[in-house]
Nanobody, 126 residues
Framework: VQLQASGGGLVQAGGSLRLSCAGS????????MGWFRQAPGKEREFVAA????????YYADSVKGRFTISRDNARNTVYLQMNSLKSEDTAVYYC????????????????????WGQGTQVTVSS
C-alpha cells in the first residue's frame, strides 16, 4: 500500500488549500482514511477522517466548520479541503489508512492506522 499526499503550500491567513491523498496497491473500500498534522515541536494530531464505505466523517474540534474531508472512489483518492486557514494550521499534513477502523468515532486514534503517506507542508502566513 502506498499513499501519496500532495497539495500543500504557502497561503495567507483566511485562504484555502486542498490536499489530496492518492492510494495505490490495493482498494480501500473497507478502510477509514485519515488526515493528521504535525507542527514543529508538537506531537502528530488528528485532523479528520472518513469511512470509505458510507462516507461518514469525523473532525477535530479545531477544524470543524472550516475543513471538509471527502473521497473519490473511482480515483482511490481522499481530499481535505481547508478553508479559513489560520496560522495555527501550519504543519506537515499526513494522510493515513486504517483497515481495522469500524467506527468513525474512534478514527482519531493514531495507532489504528497502518499506512502513512510522506506528508505535505502547509504554511499559513498571518
Amino acid at each position: 500500500v502506498q499513499l501519496q499526499a500532495s497539495g500543500g503550500g504557502l497561503v495567507q491567513a483566511g485562504g484555502s488549500l486542498r490536499l489530496s491523498c492518492a492510494g495505490s496497491g490495493r482498494t480501500f473500500r473497507s478502510y477509514a482514511m485519515g488526515w493528521f498534522r504535525q507542527a514543529p515541536g508538537k506531537e502528530r494530531e488528528f485532523v479528520a477522517a472518513i469511512m470509505w464505505i458510507g462516507g461518514s466523517s469525523y473532525y477535530a474540534d479545531s477544524v470543524k466548520g472550516r475543513f471538509t474531508i471527502s473521497r473519490d472512489n473511482a480515483r482511490n483518492t481522499v481530499y481535505l479541503q481547508m478553508n479559513s486557514l489560520k496560522s495555527e494550521d501550519t504543519a506537515v499534513y499526513y494522510c493515513a489508512a486504517g483497515p481495522n477502523i469500524y467506527n468513525i468515532r474512534i478514527a482519531f486514534k493514531r495507532e489504528l492506522y497502518d499506512y502513512w503517506g510522506q506528508g505535505t507542508q502547509v504554511t499559513v502566513s498571518s
